[in-house]
């Protein structure tokens, strides 16, 4: 067994792109603390993406690119430099899927929240700083255009058809194009995880 | 070749290794807060246990009322929810949980340094980015995210792929004034707030070796405001002192197979990093930030950079919107900027010599603001007290609270009105942090003391003099 499928695979993927255009975009502005103690299934969850960016204290809506058509329906952000820094909490990522996003190109991403999407079957895409900037510029000029994704191929088409090639790590990318759950998948390894456990317990008896 | 710290311990926990290079990693410690609740529920959804109930510690803190000590305190709704949630869930899985009326609860992590559950040489994650704190200890640690939270449950093991390293010596010795606070600001100033991204760092060199169990904390607190998932100091006889006798840590013969073992750890004389950052601990001052991200640090001494100066231009628009969002202009001296909040606790700084810092500024003076002293741990409180800090505290107009997260997560009552700008040992200062359009400046405790008594960013080596 290959592992117990739990996420929508990650193969290929094509939508209109969003440019967001801050730097060091941490998660509490993906998404305000305040919504962190709500279930993932509560309605309201699309409208917690952004919240503070987008709403102002009365409901109505702020001067914001998500807040516009066409961008409003977008499901690729293209994003500046530190994206998802900060806070751990995996519920931005979940205001992102609740949105229908299915991926996020950035020139760097926070450590935490890169590993949080891959475990929600979003894709982080790793470009240079000088290409998000000419993919962010586009979108700019030509409002609705589209991006699309090769994983496999790891490769993504701008809206000019310029194709940019980009890295991900090899499990990483298995694990998206399967959709793949990952305690199915380690539970695999039961046998492994209880030897080392009797051994490490052996070895250094004052870590128990 | 020899070994980093890091690399010594990673190698120790491996348990097996993927052909791509990704590893799964044995976790000797798991430490859970209220706003992770929900994982249990999900867990028992998909038939699963928790493998090792008795690795699992957990502590209600982001979710407490600062002015609640029992959870009737706790206004209904979902706060309280989550905190009851926790505690039923443990009693049903059976794993340590110190509740609001236990003197060990707190800020989960004051907490785990506190009881001996963090030690040298082992791997220890906790669903908060801020966990990278108990490296300070000489042992990985790193936040994770609740997908993470629950494979952890499951299998007391995570998927990680090997971090790079990178060393960041802190050479000479700090002036007076000069706190682990300030030393990671200088740092974060330095690096920026990606500079640690995909790296582990391990912060060496006399000025950290001269820090307390507390300032290294501070230190390694931060190391996610560089982007670093994890910090590391080798651990030394003052962190051996700091650890024997606390309640789970090991005794006896346990104690000094340990002592043994960990003495083996620091990174080897011919240890490689990929990343080498040096900086002089002579040449830190009282720092102040200034913007929305904690590498806009200045000492106190500067004013406000102007963006015009700034060549990169997607960095010159990060200023200049910073500057708007926190309503200051270029070429203001720091110490001009008034405060409307001082709040002096967190993760980062509500250990005891925190509150102690603290309180020899504010001995004798009077605060001009509304100004919040939060402990981080109800052990924290107790010693306070009983070395009579709180009745400075009080006797300045300060108010002394219950501890838990309090200001810094502004998701449990306390918090800025919009528009206020704070003082704040906390570790983030991004926008709406402290609450919708709050304004926050990262101060160390003898700072925030400082601003509290004068109303405005003061050079506390001004107030107090060196003893």
């Known amino acids: 067994m290959a592992g117990k499928k739990g996420l929508k695979p990650f193969k290929t993927f094509a939508s209109a792109a969003v440019p967001i255009d801050i730097a060091n975009c941490d998660t509490d502005q993906i998404i305000p603390a305040r919504f962190l103690r709500r279930p993932g299934t509560d309605p309201d969850y699309p409208k917690y993406l952004f919240h503070d960016l987008r709403f102002n204290a009365d409901g109505s809506e702020k001067d914001f690119i998500y807040n516009k058509e066409p961008y409003r329906g977008g499901r690729i952000f293209v994003a500046d430099m530190n994206w998802g820094c900060g806070s751990s909490r995996e519920n931005a990522v979940t205001a992102l899927a609740a949105n229908g996003v299915r991926s996020v190109i950035a020139p760097s991403f926070g450590d935490i929240h890169y590993s949080n999407c891959i475990k929600n079957g979003v894709l982080p895409v790793r470009l240079p700083s000088a290409d998000c900037e000419t993919l962010r510029r586009q979108l700019h000029e030509g409002p609705g255009a589209e991006i699309a994704i090769d994983l496999d191929a790891q490769s993504l088409t701008g809206p000019d058809q310029t194709t940019y090639t980009f890295e991900i790590d090899a499990f990483d990318k298995h694990r998206l194009l399967n959709g793949l759950d990952e305690i199915g998948l380690t539970m695999e390894f039961e046998d492994e995880i209880t030897r080392f456990t009797e051994r490490y317990t052996a070895k250094h008896r004052w870590a128990s | ?384 007290e009983a070395e009579g800090l709180d009745r400075i505290f009080t006797e300045a107009g300060m108010e002394w609270r219950e501890p838990g997260c309090s200001m810094c997560a502004a998701m449990n009552g306390d918090m800025l009105a919009p528009g206020e700008r704070s003082a704040s040992t906390s570790n983030r200062n991004f926008r709406g942090r402290q609450g919708l359009d709050s304004r926050t400046h990262l101060v160390s405790p003898a700072m925030a003391a400082a601003a509290s008594v004068t109303g405005k960013f003061t050079d506390v080596r001004t107030l107090v003099e060196e003893v």
Not at chain 2, 24 to 53: S, V
Not at chain 2, 88 to 106: K, L, P
Request: hydrophobic share 40%.
């Open chain 2, 1 to 384: 070749m020899g070994k980093t710290l890091f690399e010594k311990i990673w190698n120790e926990h491996v348990i097996t290794a993927r052909e791509d290079g990704d590893v799964l990693l044995y976790i000797d410690r798991h430490l859970i807060h209220d706003l992770h609740f929900r994982a249990f529920g999900m867990l028992k959804a998909k038939g699963l246990k928790i493998r090792e109930p008795d690795k699992l510690y957990g502590t209600p803190d982001h979710s407490i009322p600062t002015t609640a000590k029992v959870l009737q305190d706790i206004p209904e709704g979902e706060m309280r929810q989550t905190v009851e949630e926790l505690e039923n869930y443990a009693e049903e899985f059976g794993f340590t949980h110190f509740s609001m009326t236990d003197d060990r609860h707190g800020i989960v992590h004051v907490v785990g340094p506190e009881q001996g559950i963090t030690l040298p040489g082992i791997t220890l994650a906790c669903g908060d980015s801020h966990t990278s704190t108990h490296g300070a200890l000489g042992c990985i640690s790193f936040g994770i995210g609740a997908t993470e939270v629950q494979h952890l449950l499951a299998t007391q093991s995570l998927w990680f792929r090997k971090p790079k390293t990178m060393r960041i010596s802190i050479e000479g010795r700090l002036g007076f004034g000069v706190s682990g606070k300030d030393v990671i600001l200088a740092i974060i100033r330095k690096i920026s707030a990606a500079g640690g991204t995909g790296y582990a760092i391990e912060y060496a060199g006399p000025a950290i070796e001269a820090l307390s169990m507390e300032g290294r904390m501070t230190v390694c607190n931060m190391s996610i405001e560089a982007g670093a998932r994890s910090g590391i100091i080798a651990p030394d006889d003052t962190t051996f002192d700091y650890c024997h006798g606390l309640p789970y840590a090991p005794k006896g013969e346990r104690w000094d197979e340990a002592i043994a073992y960990w003495r083996t750890l620091p990174s080897d004389e011919d240890a490689r990093f990929d990343k080498e950052v040096t900086l002089d601990g002579d040449a830190i001052a009282p720092m102040v930030t200034w913007g929305n991200s904690p590498q806009w640090a200045l000492p106190v001494t500067e004013v406000i950079p102007d963006p015009a100066g700034e060549a990169d231009p997607l960095v010159r628009a990060d200023m200049v919107a910073t500057l708007e969002y926190m309503d200051l202009k270029p070429g203001m001296p720091l110490s001009d900027i008034t405060v409307d909040t001082v709040f002096i606790g967190a993760c980062t700084n509500s250990r005891i010599e925190d509150m102690r810092a603290a309180a020899a500024v504010a001995k004798g003076r009077r605060a001009q603001v509304r100004t919040l002293v939060v402990p981080g741990s109800g052990l924290v409180k107790k010693q306070a």
